[in-house]
């Protein structure tokens, strides 16, 4: 696995994020993901900023292969539910975002 070292910035992590998701900077982010879930007996992955704090979580808490993942935020929040629909389409609950994956 490949490690995230902390870079020294004069802002957190969240205040950063922050302002980035309200469009007020152009500064860009690297994400780690993790293929590993924080949860016990659950299937997930953790999203990890440049300075090592985590960003978001993806879980399933049903079966591995379940129909539905849940993106939470640092404090554990639900931010969305993503579905699995037919023909390689995923609908994200409580958005109007379709992301459909490139398949070759």
């Excluded at 690297?30 to 979580?57: E, F, P």
């Amino acid at each position: 696995m490949t490690r995230v070292y902390p870079h020294q910035e004069s802002t957190t992590s969240s205040e950063s994020h922050n302002r980035c998701l309200n469009r007020s900077c152009n500064k860009r982010e690297t994400y780690t993901v993790w293929m590993k879930s924080l949860v016990l007996h659950s299937n997930g992955c953790t999203v990890y900023d440049s300075n090592g704090s985590i960003v978001y979580r993806v879980e399933n808490y049903d079966r591995k292969g379940g129909r539905e993942v849940t993106l939470m935020n640092l404090k554990g929040n639900v931010l969305c539910t993503i579905k699995k629909v037919l023909h390689h389409t995923t609908l994200l609950a409580n958005s109007n975002m379709i992301y459909k994956p490139f398949i070759n």
